[in-house]
């Protein structure tokens, strides 16, 4: 028991890793690569749902099938918004038109619910990948953990401080002033942020393949 969860994990937190590295690379074209790397990041999702939902069948914990009913939504209703925005985008004539058009329709409360989803999403895999390595004593599923909270702060950080950024760009084009070091910054804590979700997604990936359950009265223990 365990195979199916643990190759579904592997798959899950290896996508993401794929994603960005492609991102990074682009080959393609910056918009090709953008499309495909979100595409596997979406579907990671539903990998890195399914893995946990029966990891949560087999350990008896309802709180990990609660995450992974979670991630498999998250990945349906972004899966759904992402395939909208790109036929949005793809029609640059008509691009008046759809966005009047967009902001009537439910797209609109599809983007703020796929939003609220995958913040959902984030802070739920923090906390049940820091259970999941207590409970399982898998010290790879804690530095996911840690590194994944990490990152999605300073991920925070850097949007937060970009907006100020953005009147220090405008000034330095319209006096020829170079008084870009916020824009520095935030760029900066977004490439750290990036380096330490790709780190945090190997250590799952590891977790994952290491792990192992045998429930003894409904209570999970490794098997050494």
């Known amino acids: 028991m ?10 899950g937190y290896g996508l993401p890793i794929a994603s960005i590295v492609l991102i ?17 990041w979406l579907t990671s999702l539903f990998f890195v749902g399914l893995a946990w939902y029966l990891l949560g069948d087999e350990s008896k914990q309802r709180g990990y099938k609660i995450f992974g009913a979670i991630a498999v939504i998250t990945f349906a209703i ?9 036929a949005f985008t ?36 923090i906390i049940v990948l820091s259970h999941a390595s207590g409970a399982f004593n898998e010290r790879f599923l804690k530095w996911s953990a840690w590194m994944k909270a990490i990152a999605l702060s300073l991920m ?7 907006m100020p950024a953005i009147g220090d760009l405008l000034k330095s084009l319209i006096l020829g002033k170079m008084a870009l070091a916020s824009i520095f910054l935030s760029l900066i804590s977004i490439l750290i942020s990036a380096i330490l ?28």
Request: no cysteine.
């Open 156 to 162: 925070i950080l850097g949007f937060v401080s970009f």
């Open 197 to 224: 979700y790709v780190t945090a997604s190997i250590f799952a990936t590891i977790g994952f393949l290491d792990l192992r359950v045998k429930v003894n009265k409904y209570k999970e223990v490794k098997v050494e």
């Open 24 to 40: 990074g690379m682009i080959v393609k074209g910056v918009q090709e690569n953008l499309n495909l790397g979100v595409f596997l």
């Open 2 to 11: 365990g195979i199916e969860w643990k190759a579904l994990g592997a798959i």
């Open 78 to 86: 972004n899966g759904y918004v992402f395939r909208e925005m790109r």
């Open 90 to 125: 793809e029609n640059v004539k008509e691009a008046s038109v759809k966005m009047l058009d967009f902001t009537k329709t439910p797209m609109l409360w599809l983007a703020v619910i796929s939003l609220f989803l995958i913040t959902l999403f984030t802070l739920s895999e």
